[in-house]
Nanobody, 118 residues
Framework: QVQLVESGGGLVQPGGSLRLSCAAS????????MAWYRQAPGKQREVVAT??????????NYADFVKGRFTISRDNTKNTVYLQMNSLKPEDTAVYYC?????????WGQGTQVTVSS
């Protein structure tokens, strides 16, 4: 059974930081492109960042609205992907979802709420 379990969300003031984690089980983690998405109330789900491991190299992609503020990383020995979020803004408030994708396989976590407010 595939499980993606996010953690690390919460309430933070503008300018603050949070680190999200997503622990995967039931998949060959290193094969999967891992991604963070987010969905704010009344808006569509959007991709935040992706990371793909090919050999010993990780290939990263970021949405323009998080470049320079967020960092995605993964630890293939722990089957975990992370999202370090710095300089948070109120518009970053959303439910953040972890996704694992490989060929025709696509799995989602349950999401973790991030609220940026003073």
């Amino acid at each position: 059974q595939v499980q993606l379990v996010e953690s690390g969300g919460g309430l933070v003031q503008p300018g603050g930081s949070l680190r999200l984690s997503c622990a995967a089980s039931g998949i060959n983690f290193w094969l999967y492109t891992m991604a963070w998405y987010r969905q704010a109330p009344g808006k569509q789900r959007e991709v935040v960042a992706t990371i793909t491991s090919i050999g010993n190299v990780d290939y990263l992609n970021y949405a323009d609205f998080v470049k320079g503020r967020f960092t995605i990383s993964r630890d293939n020995t722990k089957n975990t992907v992370y999202l370090q979020m710095n300089s948070l803004k109120p518009e970053d408030t959303a439910v953040y979802y972890c996704q694992a994708e490989y060929q025709n396989y696509n799995h989602w976590g349950q999401g973790t709420q991030v609220t940026v407010s003073s």
